[in-house]
């Protein structure tokens, strides 16, 4: 099994940027894809973006072009930058290995004015 813990959450305005991280508790981790999902209020958790562990990626259309997803395999932890933010984008992230069933607790994105 492994952990991950989320962080770099917070309130942003719409147009901001922040970049989360996810840390994983062993180096497993290099071994296999990551994703970051989301999960708003009343809404099913949603793949936002994905990275192989050779650094193949791909993103949900509602992120192309915004968000970035990457990896640093050495300190067993992955990025998620996101830019140009949306208030749609508001929900609670998580990192995790789909393939183990390993997810974080979750960081929490609020996008608003």
């Known amino acids: 099994q492994v952990q991950f813990v989320e962080s770099g959450g917070g309130l942003v305005q719409p147009g901001g940027s922040l970049r989360l991280s996810c840390a994983a508790s062993r180096s497993i981790f290099r071994l296999y894809a990551v994703g970051w999902y989301r999960q708003a209020p009343g809404k099913q958790r949603e793949l936002v973006a994905a990275?192989?562990?050779?650094?193949?990626?791909n993103y949900h259309d509602s992120v192309k072009g915004r968000f970035t997803i990457s990896r640093d395999n050495a300190k067993n932890t992955a990025y998620l930058q996101m830019n140009s933010l949306k208030p749609e984008d508001t929900a609670v992230y998580y990192c995790?290995?789909?393939?183990?069933?390993?997810w974080g607790q979750g960081t929490q994105v609020t996008v608003s004015s």
């Open positions: 990275i192989t562990r050779g650094g193949i990626t």
């Open positions: 995790g290995i789909e393939m183990l069933g390993s």
